[in-house]
């Protein structure tokens, strides 16, 4: 595992890390200008939690979305990710 903080995240070094065969743990940052796919739109952190809702019960997690980390035509790959 590889684990870092919100000044050392963005998309292409987490698609980079992953392509080693290395699993990533990281804070994301809540950037408008890093976006992510979601639901096939490209959004940034905040627009994905206000798309979304708290599912009821007792999970202590505010929320948990997968996503697509990357852009195609600029890291060569999409890698599957959860925000939570």
């Known amino acids: ?7 050392f995240s963005n998309p292409h070094q987490i698609v980079q890390i992953s392509q080693r065969g290395l699993n ?4 994301v940052k809540k950037s408008s200008k890093i976006t ?19 599912r009821r ?3 202590r997690y505010l929320l ?3 996503v697509k980390v990357g ?3 600029k ?6 990710a959860r925000i939570v």
Request: charged share 25%.
């Open 36 to 54: 992510y796919e979601f639901e096939g739109k490209r959004m940034n952190v905040k627009q994905i939690f206000n798309a979304c809702k708290k």
């Open 57 to 59: 019960g007792r999970s």
């Open 24 to 27: 990533v743990i990281a804070m």
């Open 64 to 66: 948990s979305v997968p």
């Open 75 to 80: 890291d060569g790959a999409q890698i599957d």
């Open 1 to 7: 595992y590889v684990m870092f903080d919100t000044w």
């Open 71 to 73: 852009d195609p035509a």
